[in-house]
């Protein structure tokens, strides 16, 4: 892959980055909220599992982004961590983080969504 495509796509995963960091900051105060209303308790219960939920989510994008960031530095950006083969411009334009190729990720969330109990192992 190129420098200049290398720069472009480490840009994009900063910005990603501090997007992720700066809209779970802005959600910390879903957690100071109480209320003595039952219908708004539960609705504030609602909230926060839909606020766990979403800083799952996220903390789940950052930790693809900062392995991105760090096959970067290692000079293995875009490259397959199964095949080994480079994953496609077109793909990476949309998934700058994508740790697979289109093929690999299809195989990994079939069976990411048999065993979505089993513990995730950082790549
Ligand atoms: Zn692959």
Redesign the pocket.
Known sequence: MKQGDINRYEALLMAKREEILGSSRHREDIWIVESNDLIETVQLASDRELAIRTLERESKSLMQVDAALKRIDRDEFGI??????P?SAKRLAVVPWAA??????Q?HDTRDSTDAYEPQLAA
């Open positions: 397959c961590l199964e095949c080994e083969e994953i697979y190729c289109l093929h690999c990720q195989l």
